[in-house]
């Protein structure tokens, strides 16, 4: 079953405490980003990744980072989380023909919960 | 510039009846404008999309209008039903690899 996969979907932290949210996909998509979705903001983007090793920013890059060392797989890393980096956050994968080529689609996650206290 | 607009935040409909949900966007530079649905604890999935060079699309019981002067685009979900509930976000694109999104679209159906 072609699916993305995050872990934790829930977590509770406190400021400060490096964590890592994985992901990883299993349809050999070139193309993996990372969203927050907070209520009444839509999805924001944080990080993209067109293939391996090749990563960008997004809109709201601030306090995260990734690396794409496998095709599969793409962390997320908050050094060190703070209350505003309380959100729902999700990883999406496409082809490498991006979001725009015809109905290219970007599979989700299901999500991971993050509180920050 | 970067925004794409999404209105009304939240939406009652009759079962059977049409829910309408509107966006509207400044920069002209974007190309492509999908329709994303989204089920409490689940991720986003797509729904419908369209190019500016066309007014309309229809899938289903689904529609995309396009109004490319007026720089506004909605959805037309015909003959809704409760199985419709969910949230919806319209997107517009920046890149071929970034999505700008709209705050999203909580839709009830009332059987």
């Known amino acids: 079953e072609a699916q993305v996969t995050q872990n934790p979907r829930y977590l509770i932290t406190v400021t400060g405490k490096k964590l890592t949210v994985t992901c990883s996909q299993n349809m050999n998509h070139e193309y993996m980003s990372w969203y927050r979705q907070d209520p009444g903001l839509g999805l924001r983007q944080i990080y993209y990744?067109?293939?391996?090793?090749?990563?960008d920013k997004g809109d709201v890059p601030e306090g995260y980072k990734v690396s794409r060392k496998e095709k599969r797989n793409f962390p997320l890393i908050l050094e060190s989380p703070s209350p505003n980096q309380t959100s729902l956050y999700f990883c999406?994968?496409?082809?490498?023909?991006?979001?725009?080529?015809?109905?290219?689609?970007?599979?989700f996650g299901q999500g991971t919960r993050l509180t920050v206290v | 510039q970067q925004q794409v607009k999404q209105s009304p935040q939240s939406l009652i409909v009759q079962k059977g009846g049409i829910s309408i949900i509107n966006c509207a966007y400044e920069n002209t530079a974007f190309d492509y404008f999908p329709w994303y649905q989204q089920f409490p604890g689940k991720g986003p999935a797509l729904l419908i999309a369209i190019r500016p060079d066309v007014s309309e699309k229809k899938e289903g019981r689904f529609t995309i209008s396009f109004n490319k002067s007026a720089k506004q685009f909605s959805l037309h979900i015909m003959d809704s039903q409760p199985g419709d509930s969910a949230t919806y976000f319209c997107a517009a694109s920046i890149t071929d690899y970034q999505l700008i999104w709209g705050a999203g679209t909580k839709l009830i159906i009332k059987p």
């Open positions: 999406a994968s496409s082809t490498n023909r991006g979001l725009t080529y015809s109905n290219t689609e970007a599979f």
């Open positions: 990744s067109m293939n391996v090793e090749v990563t």
